[in-house]
């Protein structure tokens, strides 16, 4: 048996390299929101009022659903944190 490795799991979901790269960039900008949230110790709700934000927008950035963020607004929530890239 033979296996094929890949550099990241990007690469293993998507053919054009291009685009791994754009959502492994995505993931880890989501992972640094969802610390320095974690970090802060703020509810959804207090999280959403800082970001200005819904809750169900925190809740979605919480649960990691990747694809209903772009890049620039996970690098506007790291503004709002306080955080730089």
């Excluded at 754009?22 to 970090?39: D, G, I, Y």
């Amino acid at each position: 048996m033979s296996y094929i490795t890949h550099g990241s799991v990007w690469n293993a979901l998507y053919d054009d390299p291009i685009e791994a790269m754009a959502m492994e960039r995505r993931s880890l900008l989501l992972m640094k929101v969802q610390e320095e949230l974690n970090r802060k110790g703020w509810t959804q709700n207090e999280a959403a009022k800082k970001l200005g934000v819904d809750q169900s927008r925190m809740s979605d950035l919480k649960s990691g659903k990747i694809s209903k963020f772009t890049v620039d607004s996970l690098l506007g929530y790291l503004d709002h944190l306080g955080q730089s890239t």
